[in-house]
């Protein structure tokens, strides 16, 4: 149940966001969710890709910091509160939401969210509550 996502330490330079961009394009990997959290020197990038490992290789090889972070994917109602309610059950199980941003699609008209957790080893508890319902690596890759 834990999905693989690629984190680029990036430089707060002139077209480094474009050259992460253009090898992966040039490599045929697909980006289907995306975060950027910067500073005025450099930005962490986080992204659900089609390949994991192989944008791991490509970025490796083209000298950038780079690495790979098990998260999961949590399918939710497109409606206000689900979002809340998830993240309730998650707290009253003791399990920390480190960060969280939304894929770029969805999944049968549902809303679908990436959250870091503290310890990916609790997604057998998350898988066991009622009403939240984590989406398998291999379909998230596809979408």
Known sequence: ML?????????????????????LAKNDINVRAVSIADTT?????????????????????????VRITKVI????????GSMSA???????????????????GNISGNALVILKIDDPDKVAEITAMDGIKLIPAEEVYKL
Do not use: W
Request: proline letters at 3%.
């Open 73 to 80: 994917a949590v399918e939710i109602d497109d409606t206000p």
């Open 41 to 65: 020197d450099f930005g962490i990038l986080r992204m659900i890709v089609n390949d994991p490992e192989k944008a791991y290789c490509v970025l490796k090889e083209n000298n950038f910091t």
């Open 86 to 104: 998830v993240l309730k059950k998650l707290n009253d199980h003791g399990i920390e939401v480190e960060y969280m941003y939304a894929f770029l």
């Open 3 to 23: 999905v693989s996502q690629i984190s680029v330490f990036l430089e707060n330079t002139k077209g480094r966001l474009f050259s992460v961009s253009d090898i």
